[in-house]
């Protein structure tokens, strides 16, 4: 079975500077998704990127952007400009698309990262 | 979120009691998932369903059951509640299964309180 570990339970922002969250997984498949999401105070669930596994090219949404590091097993979120209302709770998660396999399918999610931004 | 209803928001209830969550969606997607949010452990798949009447367990499924009927309800039931089941549950929907990608679409959340 697929594990996604985020091992930063907190992290905090000045506003307007950048910040990473950190993501590792661990699997043997070779296609797979990756998401980040957000979920603010409200407790919905925002999908804020995803990086298909076969890409080389480093996914990118405005503000947000993810470094995909394959062979590391490695999927960072990088915010810039950091803004208050990017404060939230962060999710990493991985979904298998190998057709074969007992995982394909589902969403497989780390423990969550909380980021403060700080005025 | 638009298209996704969870009932109720909120529920307290007495250890032992059964207990009913509803999931609603006017999306027509064939794929309705349940998760629980608990810290330190993110969210952690409960069942899913792969079409009406078509159910599996996920990796937290002990005490806990579903039924789909309709395309559009998927029910989440603790037959007898306990402290442990104290968490926030998620449902969630999607159109595809694996092959395109897609990240799912959640609704917004029940939270359960057992006493």
């Known amino acids: 079975a697929q594990t996604v570990t985020q091992s930063q339970p907190e992290m905090s922002v000045q506003e307007a500077e950048t910040v990473t969250l950190s993501c590792t997984y661990d699997t043997s498949e070779s296609d797979y998704y990756l998401f980040w999401y957000k979920q603010p105070p409200s407790r919905q669930m ?3 990127i995803r990086q298909e596994a076969y890409k ?3 996914a990118t949404e405005n503000r947000f952007s993810v470094n ?3 062979a ?3 999927f960072s979120l990088k915010i810039s400009d950091s803004q208050l209302g990017d404060a939230a709770m962060y999710f990493c998660a991985y979904r298998s698309a190998n057709a074969g396999g007992t995982s394909y399918g589902k969403l497989t999610f780390g423990q969550g990262t909380i980021l403060t931004v700080h005025p | ?3 996704i209803t969870q009932s109720p928001r909120h529920k307290v209830t007495e250890t032992g009691t059964p207990v009913t969550l509803r999931c609603h969606q ?3 997607h064939r794929y309705m998932y ?3 949010q608990d810290p330190g452990h993110g969210l952690r798949l409960i069942h899913y369903s792969y079409g009406v009447k078509d159910t599996d367990k996920g990796e937290v499924s002990d005490g806990y059951s579903v039924s789909r009927s309709k395309t559009e309800d998927f029910l989440l039931t603790l037959e007898s509640a306990t402290s442990s089941q104290t968490s926030v549950y998620f449902c969630a929907i999607s159109e595809s299964w694996g092959d395109a990608g897609d990240g799912y679409t959640f609704g917004s959340g029940t939270r359960l309180t057992v006493v």
């Open chain 1, 46 to 48: 925002i999908l804020v």
């Open chain 1, 56 to 58: 080389q090219q480093n």
């Open chain 1, 68 to 70: 995909f590091q394959k």
């Open chain 1, 72 to 74: 590391a097993k490695s």
């Open chain 2, 1 to 3: 979120d638009a298209g």
């Open chain 2, 26 to 28: 006017t999306e027509n």
């Open chain 2, 34 to 36: 349940w998760y629980r």
